[in-house]
């Protein structure tokens, strides 16, 4: 894209790459291009990249690099040969989509104009990817919601909303990790933990991962929540 | 060596375990949390002879009074301007003295300042997330969050009578009205008049504030463009304008992206000072380059790590670092 992409300083200790100013595949898979060679080559000074969903943040320390060095370290690197793309993880993740498990099913239904059951069938059988992860630690933002599903967030947020929620809005998905409030819409519970208190793989997805859905009901939930408790203090 | 125990007969709220903070993990949506104040927290380990980063406990202006229940241990505090009392004696709270069983030991807001920091000659017994005991207020992750009733345990406690005394407090830990930022990253979405006034006119601290952010109150600073923005990565310092033209400035808990714009971002080295503000206490907003931003980044590193240096080999101070 002509103009891109754009290097914007950022305080006294890193780069904003955008690589797009409206979302699109193209820049997503740049963005996921840069942050993989500057983890193979990460220049002096570097301290952390974060990816979204156009754009890179790059974080240095200033007191060893500043913004045009690290700018110039960040043209070299896209000027190179993409490097092999990581090796993209498949997950399958279960969700129960009955009772109370989902308090928006059947608004959602109504809002699309769709049966409970067919807005079921249509977040199952899309297919998702990990865009990004924000907002609180382990909120993996799963882009590639089908377009029957698509509603704005609600006007308000609710509050307490439990961990574990899976909630959409727009072409988004969440499976959500700490009780919090939230203005998307709640369709489904799953026992999968993306914060999974294991140290040695503390978030479940990396970024560019493929996540699908699989139903479960109540009756699988239910064992499924009571065996994760207890197994660290990601709650 | 023995350890140490308290229990704690009040705590306010926002009281909590940090150390030097969780890097490297905002790709996951895990901000670096630790202290609001990064320069006190260090400065109060360094004079106790502890790692600048080791674990303590962040004061917020609700106060915290805690009972030594067995050992006895030294301790520091430094940040803001507290009133201390321990074992019976009212001092200023920069300081390194010790407590022993029996005796109370209380910070509560003095003439300035918002958040003070406790550090202990000993190992805090608290929980670690992913390597830092540094507190995620939101979750509850890290060290976690002290309340009143609880306990606080050392695994390990000992006098440092040799270090006891004052601390002299630096004048870069008084609060800071004059914040130097960088404009952007998305200052494309606020047209000139927008912008002017974002460098011209005061604006002052709320008290919708707390680890996570502050909110600012002054003149709206309206997003020109409708707010159709892709989240975008933010950081500590950002300054994001909600839809309604309202500034909150982003803290140490910060989420890490955002679909707000953000007209500016506050540099590192001066949001410590910032923090120490408290409601309705003004602030003024300066745009530097960035590189004049390193320039200062830099030399504020360098003039304390040489304070800190100085604090560690409990040498004396030049005058530059002796109180305003």
């Given at each position: 894209m002509p103009g891109f992409p754009r290097f914007r300083p950022v305080a006294d200790h890193a780069l904003l790459v955008e690589f797009a100013d409206v979302s699109s595949e193209t820049a997503h898979a740049a963005v996921l291009r840069l942050d993989r060679a500057l983890a193979a080559h990460p220049f002096a000074g570097f301290a952390e990249a974060v990816p979204a969903t156009v754009s890179l943040l790059v974080d240095f320390d200033p007191v060893v690099t500043d913004h045009a060095a690290a700018c110039a370290a960040l043209r070299a690197l896209l000027a190179q040969p993409a490097a092999p793309g990581a090796e993209q993880q498949h997950h399958q993740v279960p969700v129960c989509y009955d009772g109370d498990c989902a308090a928006d099913l059947a608004e959602v239904a109504r809002l699309t104009g769709h049966s409970p059951d067919a807005v079921i069938a249509a977040h199952l059988a899309a297919e998702y990817t990990v865009a990004m992860y924000g907002f609180a630690p382990g909120y993996a933002y799963l882009a590639g919601g089908p377009p029957a599903l698509h509603l704005p967030?609600?006007?308000?947020?609710?509050?307490?909303?439990?961990?574990?929620?899976?909630?959409?809005?727009?072409?988004?998905?969440l499976i959500t990790t700490l009780t919090m409030p939230t203005g998307w819409w709640i369709i489904g519970r799953s026992p999968t933990r993306v914060l999974t208190a294991e140290p040695a793989r503390p978030f479940l997805f990396a970024v560019g991962d493929r996540v699908a859905f699989r139903r479960i009901g109540q009756a699988e939930l239910g064992p499924a929540l009571a065996a994760r408790t207890g197994k660290g203090a990601a709650a | 060596m023995a350890g140490a125990l308290f229990r704690i007969l009040h705590a306010g709220p926002q009281v909590s375990v940090q150390d030097g903070g969780r890097r490297g993990l905002m790709r996951y949506g895990v901000p670096a949390s630790g202290p609001m104040d990064r320069a006190a927290l260090a400065i109060a380990n360094t004079a106790l002879g502890n790692p600048a980063d080791a674990p303590g406990i962040e004061v917020s202006r609700g106060g915290l009074t805690l009972e030594c229940l067995s050992g006895s241990v030294g301790f520091a505090v430094a940040g803001g301007g507290f009133i201390l009392e321990a074992g019976g004696a009212r001092q200023g709270s920069w300081q390194v003295a010790a407590i022993s069983a029996g005796q109370r030991l209380s910070l509560r807001p003095g003439p300035w300042g918002s958040w003070t920091y406790l550090a202990f000659a000993g190992k805090l017994e608290v929980p670690d997330w992913l390597g830092s005991a540094a507190t995620h207020a939101l979750s509850g992750l890290g060290g976690g969050m002290l309340a009143t009733g609880g306990q606080i345990a050392l695994a390990t406690a000992e006098r440092r009578a040799e270090r006891e005394g004052p601390i002299p407090c630096p004048v870069s830990a008084r609060p800071r009205h004059r914040l130097h930022v960088v404009i952007g990253p998305q200052e494309r979405f606020f047209g000139g008049d927008t912008l002017t006034t974002f460098l011209t006119r005061p604006f002052h601290v709320t008290d919708a504030a707390d680890r996570m952010g502050v909110r600012l109150r002054g003149p709206t600073l309206a997003p020109d463009a409708t707010l159709d923005m892709p989240s975008e990565p933010v950081l500590r310092g950002s300054v994001q304008?909600?839809?309604?033209?309202?500034?909150?400035?982003?803290?140490?808990?910060?989420?890490?992206?955002?679909?707000?714009?953000?007209?500016?971002?506050?540099?590192?080295?001066?949001?410590?000072?910032?923090?120490?503000?408290?409601?309705?206490?003004?602030?003024?907003?300066?745009?530097?380059?960035?590189?004049?931003a390193v320039a200062l980044a830099r030399r504020r590193q360098r003039s304390h790590a040489e304070y800190l240096g100085r604090l560690a080999l409990r040498q004396p101070l030049m005058p530059a670092f002796r109180p305003s």
């Open positions: 967030r609600k006007p308000a947020a609710l509050r307490g909303i439990a961990a574990g929620s899976v909630i959409i809005a727009g072409a988004q998905c | 304008v909600a839809g309604d033209g309202v500034a909150t400035v982003l803290l140490a808990d910060h989420q890490t992206t955002g679909g707000y714009p953000k007209i500016a971002t506050i540099l590192s080295a001066d949001l410590d000072g910032f923090v120490q503000l408290r409601p309705q206490d003004t602030v003024w907003f300066h745009a530097i380059g960035p590189e004049a």
